[in-house]
């Protein structure tokens, strides 16, 4: 039972375009959702995050867009860059308590010259 | 601050022999986890510790055994390591409290059983 999903294993994108990330999700308990970023042999690092009782989220060249009604977030990514080239992980939580994250399949984006 | 360390960084093990995935944080972090990756999978919680002296199971704990020797450190254990046990494996700290902490991510121990 897949709680999280990024139904696009890869998605490809041209330098200074908008890249679009979605992620859909089951559990209607989740109050936040986050995007983690993760580069080969390393870590996942946390991009940016957005809380259930708002619909936008911006940092930057990054915006998260929530829509709860229909339990799907986005990520925009604008202007895409060439090291933003990594595999992107949506993640889901709630508040309370130990904070355990269910994550999506990833997204790997590459962005050409 | 290192952040959050693991070691090893490689293992390849045979069927059935047994090791312990060593992580470390030094950022004063309450909660600790384990996570596996697999291909198509995302990151799946093996196991957490939401503060010292205590362990959770997560989504995918069968096989595997942690402890959490004191604040700093969390350690994942495979008793008889088996060919499905082949992943990434990523310890990852936060300081859950009062709203959302993030959490943060070790580079990963790369495990082979053959």
């Known amino acids: 039972d897949q709680q999280v999903k990024q139904n696009s294993p890869s998605l490809s994108v041209q330098e200074g375009r908008i890249s679009i990330l979605n992620c859909d999700y089951t559990n209607s308990m989740f109050d936040y959702f986050l995007w983690y970023k993760k580069y080969p042999a390393e870590g996942p690092t946390f991009l940016i995050s957005?809380?259930?009782?708002?619909d936008k989220n911006e940092d930057g060249r990054f915006t998260v867009f929530l829509n709860k009604s229909a339990k799907h977030l986005s990520l925009h990514i604008v202007p895409s860059q060439p090291g933003d080239s990594a595999v992107y992980f949506c993640?889901?939580?709630?508040?309370?308590?130990?904070?355990?994250?269910?994550f999506g399949q990833g997204t790997r984006l590459t962005i050409n010259p | 601050n290192a952040g959050v360390t693991q070691t090893p960084k490689f293992q390849v093990l045979k069927t059935g022999q047994s090791m312990t995935l060593q992580c470390a944080q030094d950022m004063n972090h309450n909660s600790m986890y384990w996570y596996r990756q697999d291909p198509g999978m995302g990151l799946r919680l093996i196991y957490y510790?939401?503060?010292?002296?205590?362990?959770d199971k997560g989504e995918v704990p069968n096989g595997y055994n942690v402890s959490r020797l004191n604040k700093r450190e969390f350690s994942l254990r495979l008793e008889s390591a088996a060919p499905s046990q082949t992943s990434v494996y990523f310890c990852?700290?936060?300081?859950?409290?009062?709203?959302?902490?993030?959490?943060?991510f070790g580079p990963g121990t790369r495990l082979t059983v053959l």
């Open positions: 510790s939401a503060s010292e002296g205590t362990t």
């Open positions: 990852a700290s936060s300081d859950a409290g009062q709203g959302w902490n993030e959490q943060f």
């Open positions: 993640a889901a939580s709630k508040i309370q308590g130990a904070q355990k994250l269910v």
């Open positions: 957005i809380s259930s009782i708002k």
